[in-house]
């Protein structure tokens, strides 16, 4: 099946920096690609919709000025998480939708950011 | 997209069948039901979907009922790698849309 990649798949940093998050769509294209958080013992939540060669939109909450997303080409997402706070140590993964008929979606590894 | 209810929690015993169900009794004619499931500290891996008709693949198979409002997931033979959170979803096939996550349900497959 098709498969999606992160980097890393868990970082630490200290609070006020900023950390980068890779998604790769490693056997096929995606013009979109989405952004979920989860905290520990949560749900998964929609942060944003990444899309290739214009803005990415942001869920109600999520602040685009910290969370900057760029999709720069047809298989790369990327999330740089800026000013990084310990309240951003969560769990993020990212997702992307395949051509079959369905539209059923693809889901990376994950990345654990851990703010100290 | 309709909502879909699903027992918090269930227990399964090795090499038996899991059986879990999903009620979506609001779904719309267009909507697909499709299982997710994510094992502790991994992204969600896709498991199967279907419109209409039961799906069979070689992880799963998908039981919807004639009516469309509720729907089984079943793990024939489950191992203790089966224990994960399963999630199940109804939504339009929409290349641009997201999936929305309820809480699931936990199956615990037990030796």
């Known amino acids: 099946g098709a498969v999606v990649s992160q980097h890393p798949s868990w970082v630490i940093c200290k609070s006020g920096t900023s950390v980068k998050i890779e998604c790769r769509s490693l056997?096929?294209?995606?013009?979109?690609m989405f952004w979920y958080r989860q905290f520990p013992k949560q749900s998964l939540m929609l942060m944003a919709t990444?899309?290739?060669?214009?803005?990415?939109?942001?869920e109600q909450g999520v602040e685009k000025d910290k969370f900057l997303i760029n999709h720069a080409s047809l298989t790369l997402s990327t999330l740089t998480v800026t000013s990084a706070h310990p309240e951003d140590s969560s769990f993020y993964i990212c997702?992307?939708?395949?051509?079959?008929?369905?539209?059923?979606?693809?889901f990376g590894p994950g990345t654990r950011l851990t703010v100290t | 997209d309709a909502k879909t209810t699903q027992p918090p929690s269930m227990d399964c015993a090795e090499g038996r069948a899991a059986n879990l169900p999903c009620n979506h009794s609001?779904?719309?004619?267009?909507?697909?039901v499709y299982w997710y499931r994510q094992i502790h500290s991994q992204g969600p891996q896709y498991i199967i979907h279907?419109?209409?008709n039961n799906e069979t693949n070689e992880m799963a198979s998908l039981i919807i009922t004639e009516d469309r409002k509720s729907s089984t997931l079943i793990l024939p033979h489950a191992t203790l790698r089966d224990t994960a959170v399963y999630y199940c979803?109804?939504?339009?096939?929409?290349?641009?849309?997201?999936?929305?996550f309820g809480p699931g349900t936990r199956l615990s497959v037990l030796p």
């Open positions: 997702s992307a939708p395949t051509s079959g008929r369905a539209y059923e979606q693809y």
């Open positions: 056997d096929f294209q995606a013009t979109t």
């Open positions: 990444s899309n290739e060669g214009s803005k990415a939109t942001y």
């Open positions: 609001t779904i719309s004619g267009n909507e697909y």
């Open positions: 279907g419109l209409k």
């Open positions: 979803i109804v939504r339009v096939a929409n290349y641009g849309q997201n999936f929305v």
